[in-house]
């Protein structure tokens, strides 16, 4: 049970690094401006990241940074995350004006 015990730390430990790296966003883009993103945005937030892993990868091959490679993964999970608010959020906001359309018209 030894190994299951260290990966359930891990991944606790792993998201809460996640949210503060999404706290971290929220803070240095404003909450406001990441909710009206559009999906191609954020896929393109989250290839730039992936890029940046792929080159924090090929610095830890050549011995230069080695916990970069943690960090971009990080952050391309906290990005994945917003992704996943934004698209929620907006999904509801269509949902909820269509209701009120809905409403309007009886």
């Known amino acids: 049970?030894?190994?299951?015990?260290?990966?359930?730390?891990?991944?606790?430990?792993?998201?809460?690094?996640?949210?503060?790296?999404?706290?971290?966003?929220?803070?240095?883009?404003?909450?406001?401006?990441?909710?009206?993103?559009?999906?191609h945005q954020c896929l393109s937030i989250l290839v730039e990241e992936v890029g940046e892993m792929s080159a924090a990868i090929n610095d830890c091959r050549f011995g230069i940074g080695k916990d970069s490679y943690e960090t971009e993964l990080i952050q391309i999970a906290a990005v994945a995350i917003q992704s996943i608010v934004v698209a929620r959020l907006q999904r509801q906001s269509i949902e909820l004006q269509e209701s009120s359309y809905d409403f309007e018209k009886s």
């Open 1 to 39: 049970m030894q190994i299951e015990d260290d990966i359930e730390i891990l991944q606790s430990e792993i998201h809460l690094e996640i949210a503060q790296e999404r706290k971290a966003q929220d803070d240095k883009f404003g909450i406001n401006q990441l909710i009206k993103l559009t999906p």
